[in-house]
């Protein structure tokens, strides 16, 4: 079983920076055989698809919301994945989940995720 565990979440400004961590954790499992994903999800909202990253690192998709200001990158030789984010608007606030399929590549659907985190907050709130 594949655990997933968020960091990096708090208060920010508008137009401020956060960078968001997923330590990835099992037993037997190869972190290089993992597509992962960054979800959110707002009060009384869907979980939406912010970026995802294939298991080779060379393919990456993001929402149409993120508009150049996230990037993902995945560190495999410290089973981390990461969510670089600029500018941030308060229509960013959210809960942001990390996820992870056994696959070379998926996209931002959230039925093609089957391990998921708990986890961080991000409000963006002057």
């Known amino acids: 079983q594949l655990q997933l565990v968020e960091s990096g979440g708090g208060l920010v400004q508008p137009g401020g920076s956060l960078r968001l961590s997923c330590a990835a954790a099992?037993?037997?499992?190869?972190?290089?055989?993992?597509?992962f994903a960054w979800f959110r999800q707002a009060p009384g909202g869907g979980r939406e698809g912010v970026s995802s990253i294939s298991a080779s690192g060379r393919s990456t998709y993001y929402g149409d919301f993120v508009k150049g200001r996230f990037t993902i990158s995945r560190d495999d030789a410290k089973n981390r994945v990461y969510l670089q984010m600029v500018d941030l608007k308060p229509e960013d606030t959210a809960r942001y989940f990390c996820?992870?399929?056994?696959?070379?590549?998926?996209?931002?659907?959230?039925?093609?995720?089957?391990?998921w985190g708990q986890g961080t907050q991000v409000t963006v709130s002057s």
């Open positions: 099992g037993s037997s499992f190869n972190m290089d055989d993992y597509t």
């Open positions: 996820a992870a399929v056994y696959s070379s590549v998926r996209g931002l659907s959230r039925h093609e995720y089957d391990h």
